[in-house]
């Protein structure tokens, strides 16, 4: 069965830092693109960040570019998302998702991440 | 960027049909997902460019794409299907390659 799982949200300070992990499993990771995609709360969704199967490709959304850095362990099949310079704007539901020719399938179940002083 | 727009909201009767809209310019020549999103739970494929399913996904679910309009259709329509849906399109030479609807609840009366 192919399978997402985030952890390393909570509570954060405004211009603190955090590291997401997303751990895959039940395919091969390193033939994939992998995103991260946030959900503030009852907002929509929105693309984070991808990564190339290599991780020789990385691309961000304009809100997150130079605070935020997607990378990858191919060894430990885990997908990870550096945040820094927080900002009470990036409080979201962050979730990682497999991607195949354009489209999200699967996702993870989302990890929590509140920024807040 | 490229901006999908959606209805907030479409109600539906039990067994009836429900079409979720997504505009956009010339979406028709653009490949369009879709997702379905539980209250509390991540989103799920539930079309993919343009009106293939995952396996699993009852065929109920069905899609079509053309000119500024996509649009998602639920048929035979049941409780369980009560939930939010997004649209989606992919532009990879883009400096925002991807792109959501900005989503619709359907309500289940």
């Known amino acids: 069965e192919v399978q997402l799982v985030e952890v390393g949200g909570g509570l954060f300070q405004p211009g603190g830092s955090l590291r997401l992990s997303c751990v895959a499993s039940?395919?091969?990771?390193?033939?994939?693109?992998m995103h991260w995609v946030r959900q503030a709360p009852g907002k929509g969704l929105v693309w984070v960040a991808r990564?190339?199967?290599?991780?020789?490709?990385?691309q961000y959304a304009d809100s997150v570019k130079g605070r935020f850095t997607i990378s990858r362990d191919n060894a430990r099949n885990r997908l990870y998302l550096q945040m820094s310079r927080l900002r009470v704007e990036d409080t979201a539901v962050y979730y990682c998702?497999?991607?195949?020719?354009?489209?999200?399938?699967?996702w993870g179940q989302g990890t929590l991440v509140t920024v807040a002083s | 960027s490229y901006v999908l727009t959606q209805p907030p909201s479409v109600s539906v009767a039990p067994g009836k049909t429900a079409k979720i809209t997504c505009g956009g310019n010339?979406?028709?020549?653009?490949?369009v997902h879709w997702y379905q999103q539980k209250p509390g739970q991540a989103p799920v494929l539930v079309i993919y460019?343009?009106?293939d399913r995952p396996s699993g996904i009852p065929e109920r679910f069905s899609g079509s794409n053309s000119g500024n309009t996509a649009t998602l259709t639920i048929s035979r329509v049941e409780a369980g299907d009560e939930a939010d849906y997004y649209c989606?399109?992919?532009?990879?030479?883009?400096?925002?390659?991807?792109?959501f609807g900005t989503g619709t609840k359907v309500t289940v009366l």
């Open positions: 998702a497999r991607s195949l020719r354009g489209r999200f399938d699967p």
């Open positions: 990564i190339h199967g290599d991780g020789s490709n990385t």
């Open positions: 989606q399109v992919w532009d990879n030479g883009s400096d925002h390659p991807y792109v």
């Open positions: 039940g395919f091969t990771f390193s033939n994939y693109w």
């Open positions: 010339n979406i028709g020549s653009k490949g």
């Open positions: 460019y343009d009106g």
